[in-house]
């Protein structure tokens, strides 16, 4: 049930930040930013070496709030996937797909999203348990890859990252992605202290993908 209600949940918002940050402060306040802006799936990195902590405040933060999911991003292996979840992470993010921690991840009823560029690669995420893969990175993709995907695999539940800014959100919505990630013009605001612009940032991805969905 728990791995149900995140993917809900993650599907609901539709838009996932992809946190970064160089330093703790800055990676909770750039996750805050996001939620109060709508945006509330939160993708904390482990290229930020205090991920750990950051997922932990977050989760405790806002325990209990069924529409703000925190989940760990960049997670390479299964080992780091356990140290996310045990932080309270409730769903984990590859840049690539890793069986072990799917496997992992499996075990604990937790959703596992990695990163995929072809059909083997989705089909193999999808026999090993997964419920969402990640075009990564989209903008070696374009959005006719989308339904490329989808004709073979109509079942395939896709998000994609990299390359998504505000100029072509509604078209990676129309063209049936589930989830998209965004972070990069996220992570340079917070580096400049810029959280407020982060939240009215934020409320424009959504307006504008929730519009592209029909929402």
């Given at each position: 049930?728990?791995?149900?209600?995140?993917?809900?949940?993650?599907?609901?918002?539709?838009?996932?930040?992809?946190?970064?940050?160089?330093?703790?402060?800055?990676?909770?306040?750039?996750?805050?930013?996001?939620?109060?802006?709508?945006?509330?799936?939160?993708?904390?990195?482990?290229?930020?070496?205090?991920?750990?902590?950051?997922?932990?405040?977050?989760?405790?933060?806002?325990?209990?709030?069924?529409?703000?999911?925190i989940g760990a991003g960049t997670?390479?292996?299964?080992?780091?996937?356990?140290?996310?979840?045990?932080a309270g992470a409730q769903y984990?993010?590859?840049?690539?797909?890793?069986?072990?921690?799917?496997?992992?991840?499996?075990?604990?009823?937790?959703?596992?999203?990695?990163?995929?560029?072809?059909?083997?690669?989705?089909?193999?995420?999808?026999?090993?348990?997964?419920?969402?893969?990640?075009?990564?990175?989209?903008?070696?993709?374009?959005?006719?890859?989308?339904?490329?995907?989808?004709?073979?695999?109509?079942?395939?539940?896709?998000?994609?990252?990299g390359g998504v800014n505000l100029?072509?959100?509604?078209?990676?919505?129309?063209?049936?992605?589930?989830?998209?990630?965004?972070?990069?013009?996220?992570?340079?605001?917070?580096?400049?202290?810029?959280?407020?612009?982060?939240?009215?940032?934020?409320?424009?991805?959504?307006?504008?993908?929730?519009?592209?969905?029909?929402?």
């Open positions: 049930m728990f791995r149900i209600k995140v993917l809900n949940a993650l599907k609901e918002c539709g838009v996932v930040a992809v946190v970064r940050g160089t330093t703790k402060e800055i990676g909770v306040k750039i996750s805050e930013s996001c939620i109060r802006g709508n945006v509330k799936a939160i993708e904390v990195t482990y290229t930020n070496k205090f991920a750990n902590e950051i997922i932990k405040e977050l989760s405790e933060k806002y325990h209990g709030n069924d529409e703000v999911v997670v390479l292996d299964s080992e780091t996937a356990r140290m996310a979840i045990l984990i993010v590859s840049p690539s797909f890793n069986k072990d921690t799917a496997i992992l991840c499996n075990r604990y009823n937790v959703p596992y999203i990695p990163g995929v560029m072809t059909i083997n690669e989705i089909v193999t995420a999808y026999e090993s348990g997964v419920d969402v893969v990640k075009l990564f990175p989209g903008n070696a993709f374009g959005q006719g890859y989308v339904s490329s995907v989808k004709a073979p695999l109509p079942h395939a539940n896709i998000m994609v990252t100029e072509n959100i509604d078209t990676w919505a129309k063209a049936g992605v589930d989830l998209v990630g965004i972070g990069g013009e996220l992570n340079k605001l917070g580096e400049a202290g810029k959280f407020d612009e982060i939240e009215s940032t934020c409320k424009k991805y959504i307006e504008k993908f929730n519009n592209a969905r029909g929402i």
